[in-house]
C-alpha cells in the first residue's frame, strides 16, 4: 500500500495484488485495506465483489477458468472442463475439501485463435486437448508450481497471418514522437483530423476531434488513457499488438499526451492480459531510458509524460470509457451518466483522452506519415486499415490486418473457411451475417467491427451461439441498472428453456417484449446490446428458433413433480396428491 | 341494466395474504356498480369452493405448494383471461423470500430443532398440501394474460383493469398507479 502511496484510487490495484499473492482477499487483508486507505469498508467489499477475479472467499490455490466463448466451446471446452473436473474429482464451481482447487469458466479471454484455453491463477493454457488436460490434472494433483510446469503450456502466439500498413510498418522507437514534435502540437491534432482515423474500438469516433476536444478542454490537467480492456468475445487484437507493437501503442499515447497536454497516461490492462504485463513494464522502461517517455521527451524542455499501467479484474463492462474511468478510481466500473462526455470531464473529474489500442498505434502513423496520407487508405468514411480477429471454422485462425472496405469474403477466403453459414462481427454486441451478405465490406459505413471476426459453418447451431451470447451479457451486466441486471437474466432463461424443448410461441414473444424492455430502459450500451445476439438470429437465422419451440401452448420451464421430491422425502408421502400429476392424463 | 350478459369472474389467493382481495373491495361504492356487469363465480366473496367456466380469472399471491399448483391449472382451465393480481402473483413476494434456503433445512429447522418442538416431527397428513421446492410466480406455471403490480395494488388499478376488461380493451396502468414513491 505504501508502494500505492496509500491512494483510495488505487484500491482495485491493491486488492488485485492481495489476490495476486495471497490467492484470495481474506477478512483481515479487508481490515487492514479498510484501515490504511480510510475507505469505508463497504466501498472496499463491493469494489472486491465486483470483479470476477477477486475472491473475497478462498479458491483453491490451483484456480482454473475455462475460457467460455463460443470459439472455445466449438473447439470442444465443455468436454474438457467436465474432464477435468472428473479427474480431479471436483465439482464444477465448488473449492475441492483440501483447498487445492477450482474449476470454473470465465468469460472470452481473448485466445480464440489458439483455443480451447484456460486461465489458470490468472495465466493462460492454450491449446488445450484431453492428453494436456489430463496432465494439468496429474500437475495439479502434485502440487507442481506453475513455474514449473511446461513452458509450452503457456505458449500464446501473436499468429499474424496478413499485414498491412499499421502491422508492417518499419520505423524506430521517438521517430513518430520527432516528427510531431517538429510539426508542433497543434498541427499534430491538425493532421489526425485530416487523417480521419476514426477510433478502433467499435464506436468509431473520430480521434482527431477528441484530441482536440480535450486539448481545448479547461481543467488542473490533462489525462490519456488507453483502452486495451479488450473485453469483447472474439476479439484478441490488442493482445497482439501489446504483444508485438508495444512501442507503437505507447508511442501513440506520447503523441496523444503532446496534443492534449496531458502529463499522466494510464493503460488499462485487461485482467486476462495480466501475462503480458512484464512485458509491457519492460518497455516502458527501455522508453523512459531511451527519454521517449519521463520528463524532457527527446529533450524538448516541458514534454513530460509518463504511463502507469492498471490492471483490470475480469469485467468486459469496463470496456467503456466511463466505466473503465471509474474502475481506474478505484471503484466499481458502473458505467457514467453521458454527457460530460470524458473529454471534458474524465479521470478524477479532468478532461481524458479515452483511446483503443490500436487507435494509438494507427496515430504514430499519421505523425509519421501525414493526415493525407492515412485518408488515402481506406473507403470515404473508413480511413485506414482495420486489423481483424479470425477464429472460429477456419483453417487459419489469426490476426489479419486489411485497408478498410475489404469484404467478408475475402476475409473468409484468406482464412480458409470453407461451408460457412454465418459469420458474428465484432463479437456479441455486433452484427451476424448470413451467407448471402458475404460481400458486405468492413466498414463503419457497412460493417463496423472492433475486430472480431468469429465464423461458423454449416454443422454449426445459430441457435447456440446467441444462446453463448446470452449468457455472456447475463454475466457481465454490472448490476447497477434494474432492467440490465434483471432483464439479462430473464432473458438467459428464456433461451435456456427454449433450448431445453420447452418453448413454445408464447415464450418467442416474451423475448421480443425482453428485447424492447432492455433496448429502451438499460442505463448502458451493455443492455442495449445484450438481445442484438438474440434478434439478429432470430432476423437472419428464423429456422433455428421455430425448431426450439417444441410446444404449442405454454410449458412450465421446470419439472413440476420433482419440485415436491425434497417434500415427499422429508415427509415419507407419496400419495396421490404429493404429486403433480401430468394435465392431459388423469392421476391413478 | 344493460342487456349484455354479465362477465364472470372468479377470484382466488394462492400463496398470499388476501391484501388484494381487501384491496378489490376497496373500490367501495364502484362494487355496486361492478355487480351490474359481473357475475362472481368462485371467489372469497361468494364463498364458492369449484371454479367454474369463467371469463376472467383474478389470482393473488405466488405458488408454495402442490395446491396453488392444482388451483391455478385450474383456474387456466376454466378461465378466458387471466390477470395476476399484486406482487406475490408477480414476482413471488414475501413467501418467495424462503427461495435461497433449501427446503429439507427450513422443515428441519421449523419442525425438528429446538426449543418448542423437541419432539417434533414434520408433519406428514395426506390432507396437507406439500410445499414445493420454491416459491414461484404465476407465471412460471402456467400463461398469464395481465399483470396488476402492487403490494397491494391500489383499488384504482384493479378498477381500471376491471373496466377495461368489461370494456374488452387493455387499458395500461400509468404512473400513478403503479409508481407508489
Wanted: net charge negative; charged share 25%.
Amino acid at each position: 500500500m505504501a508502494r500505492h502511496r496509500h491512494d483510495p484510487h488505487e484500491l482495485l490495484q491493491v486488492l488485485r495484488e492481495v489476490q495476486e499473492s495471497c490467492g484470495w482477499i481474506a477478512p483481515e487483508a479487508i481490515d487492514c485495506i479498510v484501515a490504511r486507505l480510510n475507505l469505508p469498508r463497504t466501498k472496499v467489499l463491493g469494489v472486491a465483489t465486483f470483479y470476477s477475479f477477486l475472491h473475497i472467499n478462498p479458491c483453491g490455490r490451483y484456480r482454473v477458468l475455462f475460457s467460455d466463448n463460443i470459439t472455445d466451446r466449438m473447439l470442444g471446452s465443455p468436454a474438457l472442463l467436465e474432464r477435468l473436473c472428473r479427474s480431479l474429482w471436483i465439482e464444477r464451481g465448488k473449492v475441492s475439501e483440501d483447498g487445492l482447487v477450482s474449476v470454473d469458466t470465465t468469460s472470452c479471454t481473448g485466445l480464440c485463435d489458439q483455443g480451447p484455453a484456460l486461465l489458470v491463477n490468472g495465466r493462460p493454457v492454450t491449446r488445450l486437448t484431453g492428453r494436456r488436460v489430463d496432465e494439468i490434472a496429474e500437475l495439479i494433483r502434485e502440487s507442481v508450481p506453475l513455474e514449473a510446469w511446461p513452458a509450452e503450456y503457456f505458449r500464446v502466439d501473436d499468429n499474424i497471418q496478413r499485414r498491412d500498413a499499421l502491422l508492417g510498418a518499419d520505423y524506430r522507437p521517438g521517430e513518430a514522437i520527432a516528427a510531431a514534435l517538429a510539426r508542433g502540437p497543434a498541427a499534430l491534432v491538425e493532421e489526425m483530423k485530416a487523417s480521419r482515423l476514426r477510433g478502433r474500438g467499435g464506436a468509431g469516433f473520430p480521434a482527431g476531434l477528441k484530441w482536440q476536444a480535450c486539448r481545448d478542454a479547461p481543467g488542473r490537467t490533462h489525462y490519456l488513457v488507453c483502452n486495451a480492456d479488450e473485453g469483447e468475445p472474439g476479439n484478441f487484437k490488442d493482445r497482439v499488438l501489446l504483444a508485438c507493437a508495444a512501442d507503437a501503442v505507447v508511442e501513440g499515447m506520447t503523441l496523444g499526451a503532446l496534443a492534449t497536454g496531458a502529463w499522466r497516461g494510464f493503460l488499462y490492462l485487461r485482467g486476462e492480459y495480466r501475462f503480458l504485463l512484464g512485458h509491457l513494464e519492460a518497455v516502458l522502461e527501455r522508453r523512459r531510458a531511451a527519454r521517449l517517455l519521463g520528463e524532457s521527451i527527446l529533450g524538448r524542455e516541458g514534454f513530460d509524460f509518463d504511463v502507469a499501467i492498471h490492471v483490470g479484474a475480469g469485467a468486459y463492462v469496463c470496456g467503456e470509457e466511463s466505466a473503465l474511468i471509474e474502475s481506474l478510481e478505484g471503484k466499481r466500473g458502473t458505467p457514467r451518466s453521458r454527457p460530460p462526455y470524458p473529454v471534458t470531464e474524465g479521470y478524477l473529474g479532468e478532461p481524458t483522452v479515452v483511446n483503443n489500442v490500436e487507435t494509438f498505434a494507427a496515430s504514430c502513423l499519421v505523425a509519421l506519415k501525414g493526415g493525407a496520407w492515412y485518408a488515402g487508405l481506406g473507403t470515404a468514411q473508413s480511413s485506414g486499415t482495420k486489423v481483424l480477429c479470425v477464429s472460429g471454422d477456419c483453417a487459419r485462425p489469426g490476426i489479419y490486418e486489411y485497408p478498410f472496405g475489404t469484404s467478408l469474403r475475402e476475409v473468409l477466403a484468406d482464412s480458409g473457411a470453407a461451408r460457412t453459414q454465418a459469420v458474428q462481427v465484432s463479437g456479441p454486441s455486433g452484427a451476424c451475417v448470413p451467407a448471402a451478405e458475404f460481400d458486405r465490406r468492413i466498414a463503419f459505413e457497412d460493417l463496423p467491427t472492433a475486430g472480431a471476426v468469429m465464423v461458423f459453418d454449416q454443422g454449426r447451431d445459430m441457435f447456440e451461439v446467441a444462446r453463448n451470447f446470452v449468457h455472456f451479457f447475463r454475466h457481465e451486466s454490472c448490476g447497477f441498472c434494474t432492467p440490465c441486471r434483471v432483464g439479462t437474466s430473464l432473458l438467459t432463461n428464456m433461451m435456456d428453456k427454449l433450448a431445453n424443448g420447452l418453448g413454445s410461441p408464447y415464450d418467442f414473444a416474451e423475448i421480443g417484449k425482453m428485447n424492447l424492455l432492455l433496448q429502451s430502459m438499460s442505463h448502458c450500451g451493455l443492455g442495449h446490446s445484450a438481445c442484438n445476439p438474440v434478434l439478429t438470429t432470430i432476423d437472419k437465422f428464423p429456422g433455428a428458433f421455430q425448431s426450439r419451440l417444441a410446444h404449442e401452448d405454454f410449458e412450465p420451464a421446470f419439472d413440476l413433480d420433482r419440485a415436491l421430491a425434497s417434500a415427499r422425502q422429508m415427509t415419507g408421502r407419496d400419495d396421490r396428491a404429493a404429486h403433480v400429476w401430468p394435465q392431459s392424463t388423469e392421476a391413478p | 341494466m344493460s342487456a349484455r350478459p354479465k362477465l364472470r369472474v372468479a377470484t382466488t389467493s394462492l400463496a398470499g395474504c388476501f391484501g388484494c382481495h381487501m384491496s378489490l373491495l376497496d373500490i367501495d361504492e364502484r362494487l355496486f356498480a361492478l355487480l351490474e356487469r359481473v357475475e362472481f363465480d368462485r371467489s372469497p366473496i361468494t364463498d364458492v369452493k369449484e371454479v367454474g367456466n369463467c371469463d376472467v380469472g383474478l389470482i393473488e399471491g405466488g405458488l408454495c405448494n402442490a395446491e396453488n399448483v392444482e388451483v391455478l391449472r385450474e383456474f387456466r382451465r376454466r378461465c378466458k383471461v387471466l390477470v395476476a393480481v399484486g406482487a406475490c402473483a408477480i414476482n413471488g413476494g414475501l413467501p418467495a423470500q424462503r427461495n435461497p434456503l433449501s427446503l429439507p433445512l427450513l422443515l428441519q429447522e421449523v419442525y425438528r430443532s429446538e426449543p418448542g418442538a423437541r419432539f417434533g416431527r414434520i408433519p406428514d397428513d395426506p390432507e396437507l398440501p406439500l410445499p414445493l421446492n420454491k416459491v414461484h410466480p404465476l407465471h412460471e406455471v402456467v400463461r398469464i394474460d395481465h399483470f396488476i403490480p402492487g403490494c397491494p395494488p391500489s383499488a384504482d388499478a384493479i378498477w381500471k383493469v376491471l373496466t377495461g376488461l368489461l370494456a374488452g380493451e387493455e387499458r395500461p396502468l400509468d404512473h400513478g398507479l403503479i409508481h407508489l414513491d
